[in-house]
């Protein structure tokens, strides 16, 4: 026993040593973005409109494109970056507007550094949001991450972004274009209208709101009387906002007092969509289906599989509690992810050489036509 002892001893100081290091390496690991492949590079055609020299964000024909970026939905925004320069008639005239938390781990300059080391030749720019400006004003919802600060930023893009852009798209990050955004960019916005949406009049509009709501003689239907049409729903993951209207209405203070008062009256159960349908149900101007094939991640409790609508796709949006990404690494995709996948730039671990998703020798570094399809 004796002699056993000083083995035992070394056994228990190495048993120490890889546990040590485990938690060390998991210490690194905390907080660390994965990595990215560098996608293709894509330049303008014929046509595209040429630079104005020193205008930089300014220049008037470039076509603004804004989203959130945070590390958990990272792998999903660049996919999504990915498809838009990809399918982009003139990918140089797109400017990427990132809204980041300021306060989180990894912070703006690691962020920024990985979307330069993906895509060299991107214009874009990273604006800190301050989670402080909207964590009084959330509400429990149906699911913990609706609650995240960061799904609110999209109400102060009027205010982070430049004065000099005149609109932007907004797009979650679970997104794909399989079109040219330039198309949607070019949206007519009447004088009346705020924001550009595909509507959906056929869903249910009373559900999004609850009974104490519709039953409040002050609230319910009087909310939406004398709008230029029936209220009908919309998902706000893509939307086309005239800032300068946003602005000049006022309309963050507008969506503030609507999230005030459901603290107080608890008037709907979703997150961030509902203040949008308060403010803008009946008053969106209508855009192609098209452009939102949303729900492919199922609904927000159990996420699961859903096919496309009827009709053309030029943008396909994994909304709902199922993320592509995430059922692709669980090893149970749905058909959908398959072509999310081809999008995917991440590079997983023990696959230094190469990104898992996209086949190399089968993409153009030439901008691509716009690709629409029916299915």
């Known amino acids: 026993?004796?002699?056993?002892?000083?083995?035992?001893?070394?056994g228990l100081v190495l048993v120490a040593f890889l546990l040590l290091a485990a938690s060390g390496a998991g210490a690194r690991a905390e907080?660390?973005?994965?990595?990215?492949?560098?996608?293709?590079?894509?330049?303008?055609?014929?046509?595209?409109?040429?630079?104005?020299?020193?205008?930089?964000?300014?220049?008037?024909?470039?076509?603004?494109?804004?989203?959130?970026?945070?590390?958990h939905y990272l792998r999903g925004s660049m996919a999504a970056i990915y498809s838009l320069l990809k399918h982009a008639s003139c990918p140089e005239s797109l400017f990427f507007h990132f809204l980041a938390a300021d306060a989180a781990a990894p912070g703006v300059g690691?962020?920024?550094?990985?979307?330069?080391?993906?895509?060299?030749?991107?214009?874009?720019?990273?604006?800190?949001?301050?989670a402080d400006a909207v964590t009084g004003l959330i509400s429990a919802s149906v699911r913990a991450a609706l609650e995240a600060p960061l799904n609110y930023a999209r109400n102060y893009l009027a205010d982070l972004l430049p004065k000099c852009v005149p609109r932007a798209i907004y797009l979650d990050s679970d997104v794909l274009a399989v079109d040219d955004v330039r198309r949607l960019w070019e949206t007519r916005?009447?004088?009346?209208?705020?924001?550009?949406?595909?509507?959906?009049?056929?869903?249910?509009?009373?559900?999004?709101?609850?009974?104490?709501?519709?039953?409040?003689?002050?609230?319910?239907?009087?909310?939406?009387?004398?709008?230029?049409?029936?209220?009908?729903?919309?998902?706000?993951?893509?939307?086309?906002?005239?800032?300068?209207?946003?602005?000049?209405?006022?309309?963050?203070?507008?969506?503030?007092?609507?999230?005030?008062l459901q603290k107080e009256k608890r008037i709907y159960e979703l997150g961030s969509l509902p203040p949008f349908l308060l403010l803008f149900a009946g008053e969106v101007e209508a855009v192609d289906h098209r452009w939102n094939q949303h729900g492919l991640g199922g609904d927000n409790i159990l996420g699961s599989?859903?096919?496309?609508?009827?009709?053309?796709?030029?943008?396909?949006?994994?909304?709902?509690?199922?993320?592509?990404?995430?059922?692709?690494?669980?090893?149970?995709?749905?058909?959908?992810?398959?072509?999310?996948?081809s999008y995917d730039l991440y590079i997983g671990d023990g696959d230094a050489s190469q990104a898992s998703a996209p086949s190399w020798a089968s993409l153009s570094s030439s901008a691509l036509p716009a690709a629409v399809f029916s299915w």
């Not at 026993?1 to 070394?10: F, L």
């Not at 990985?114 to 214009?123: N, V």
């Not at 939307?239 to 963050?252: K, Q």
């Not at 496309?308 to 592509?324: A, I, R």
């Open 305 to 341: 599989c859903r096919p496309l609508h009827k009709g053309p796709v030029s943008l396909m949006h994994w909304s709902g509690k199922g993320k592509p990404w995430d059922r692709l690494d669980a090893g149970r995709p749905c058909p959908l992810d398959h072509t999310w996948k």
């Open 189 to 260: 916005l009447p004088a009346a209208a705020v924001v550009a949406a595909p509507e959906y009049c056929h869903a249910n509009f009373s559900r999004y709101f609850t009974d104490a709501f519709w039953s409040d003689p002050d609230l319910g239907a009087r909310v939406f009387a004398g709008r230029r049409r029936a209220p009908c729903y919309f998902n706000t993951g893509v939307m086309v906002i005239d800032l300068r209207r946003w602005r000049s209405g006022n309309y963050r203070h507008r969506v503030e007092q609507w999230m005030e």
């Open 1 to 10: 026993m004796a002699a056993a002892a000083p083995a035992m001893r070394a």
């Open 31 to 71: 907080g660390a973005l994965p990595r990215f492949a560098e996608a293709p590079e894509y330049r303008n055609g014929e046509g595209c409109p040429a630079a104005v020299a020193g205008a930089g964000v300014c220049d008037p024909g470039l076509v603004h494109i804004a989203m959130t970026l945070d590390a």
């Open 110 to 130: 690691e962020l920024r550094s990985a979307l330069a080391a993906s895509f060299p030749s991107l214009r874009f720019e990273i604006y800190p949001f301050r």
